[in-house]
C-alpha cells in the first residue's frame, strides 16, 4: 500500500493525493482534492445501485414498517396512493385528488392512425435496469464536473443576471421539450420497436393505462432516461473554456439549467401523482415552482390531447390555447402522405 509518507516532496509543498481503491479496480490519482472526492462518491453510487437490486426493484429493509416500506417503494416519493376511489366518469381518484385513468387505447405507429389495445408491460429488461444505474451514476458525475469547472466564472458579482436569464430560460427550455419528447411517445412509434420501444415509448403507454405505476418505480427506473440523455450537455459544458463574458456566462447556465431539468422532470412528473408527496415537494406545487396535481390533471382527461409539459407545466396554456402539438402533427402527417415524385 502506498501511504502519504512515501511520496517524495520538497518543504512546504504538499503532495498529490492518492485514492486508494480496493483490489481489482482502477486506481485514480488527482492533485484536486473537489475531484477526487466527486470521483470516489460516483463510483460508490454506481457500485452501490448496480450490485445491489440490478432487478430493476427495491425492496424495503428489514423490519420496516408500513409507511417505511412505502416511502421505500417511492424512492424520492412519499407512500403510495393506496386509497382509491372511482369518480363518476370511471377514473380512479387517489386520496391526494388526481385522477387516474383505467385502461384504454393507445396509438400505435404508422401514418394511417390504426388503434391498437396497449399491451400491458412485462418485467423490466435487465439490461434496461442497469443502464438506468449505470445512468443515474455517469450523469451525477458529469454534471458535478461541469458545475466545478464553471464555478469560478460564476463567483464574479456581475454574473448574477446572465445566470439568472440562463436558468430561467433552460428551465423553460425544458418544459417545452418535456411536452414534445410526451407528445412523440403518445402519439407515434411503437413500444415493440427495437431499444427505443421499450426504453422510452413503452413507459409512457403504461402512463395512460396505469398513471400510478411510475409511482412504484424506483428513482433508478423514473430519471435513468432523463439522466441519460444529458450526459453530453454536461460533457459540453466541461469541455468548453470557462465562460468569462456575459454571453458566455448565460449559456453556460442555461445548458446547466436546461441539463438538471430535464434529468428532474419524470421525478416532478411522479410527484405529481403521488397522494402523499415529500414535504418539501407540496410547497413547490402549490407555488406552481413545478408541475402540481391540479395542473397535471388536465392531461388525463379522456382525451389526452393537452398539458403535455410535465417539467413545471407553465408552457401548457399557451401551447394548447394555439394547438401547438397538434398543429405540428398535421404537418407531419401531410409530409409523411405526400406522394412520392412531387416538389
Request: proline share 8%; with cysteine.
Amino acid at each position: 500500500m502506498v501511504t502519504a509518507a512515501d511520496i517524495p516532496c520538497r518543504s512546504g509543498e504538499a503532495s498529490d493525493v492518492i485514492l486508494i481503491i480496493p483490489a481489482g479496480t482502477d486506481i485514480f490519482v488527482t492533485s484536486d482534492v473537489t475531484a477526487g472526492v466527486v470521483t470516489i462518491s460516483t463510483m460508490v453510487i454506481a457500485v452501490t445501485a448496480i450490485v445491489s437490486d440490478a432487478d430493476g426493484t427495491r425492496r424495503a429493509p428489514r423490519g420496516a414498517g408500513r409507511r417505511e416500506r412505502g416511502r421505500w417503494d417511492m424512492g424520492l416519493g412519499g407512500p403510495l396512493g393506496t386509497n382509491v376511489a372511482h369518480s363518476e366518469d370511471g377514473h380512479a381518484k387517489t386520496s391526494g385528488g388526481h385522477r387516474a385513468p383505467t385502461p384504454e387505447l393507445a396509438r400505435t405507429a404508422g401514418s394511417d392512425g390504426d388503434v391498437a389495445p396497449l399491451t400491458p408491460t412485462e418485467k423490466r429488461p435487465l439490461w434496461l435496469a442497469r443502464l438506468d444505474r449505470w445512468s443515474i451514476a455517469l450523469c451525477a458525475l458529469a454534471w458535478l464536473l461541469a458545475m466545478l469547472h464553471v464555478a469560478p466564472a460564476f463567483s464574479d458579482p456581475l454574473a448574477w443576471l446572465p445566470i439568472a436569464i440562463g436558468v430561467l430560460a433552460g428551465y423553460l427550455l425544458a418544459d417545452l421539450l418535456s411536452g414534445t419528447v410526451h407528445r412523440l411517445a403518445d402519439r407515434f412509434f411503437d413500444p415493440r420497436t427495437p431499444i427505443l420501444g421499450p426504453a422510452l415509448i413503452a413507459p409512457f403507454r403504461e402512463h395512460h393505462a396505469d398513471a400510478l405505476a411510475m409511482t412504484r418505480h424506483d428513482f433508478f427506473e423514473v430519471s435513468g432516461n432523463n439522466g441519460l440523455a444529458t450526459i453530453p450537455l454536461a460533457i459540453a459544458v466541461f469541455v468548453l473554456p470557462p465562460p468569462t463574458s456575459l454571453l458566455t456566462q448565460l449559456l453556460a447556465a442555461g445548458t446547466i439549467s436546461l441539463g438538471l431539468s430535464i434529468v428532474a422532470t419524470n421525478q416532478f412528473h411522479c410527484w405529481a401523482h403521488v397522494a402523499v408527496p415529500p414535504r418539501w415537494v407540496r410547497p413547490l406545487q402549490n407555488w406552481g415552482l413545478i408541475l402540481s396535481p391540479k395542473r397535471h390533471d388536465l392531461h388525463h382527461r379522456p382525451e389526452h390531447d393537452r398539458a403535455y409539459c410535465v417539467t413545471s407545466g407553465w408552457l401548457n396554456p399557451v401551447l394548447d390555447r394555439y394547438r401547438v402539438f397538434a398543429r405540428l402533427e398535421r404537418s407531419l402527417d401531410l409530409l409523411r402522405r405526400k406522394p412520392s415524385g412531387t416538389d
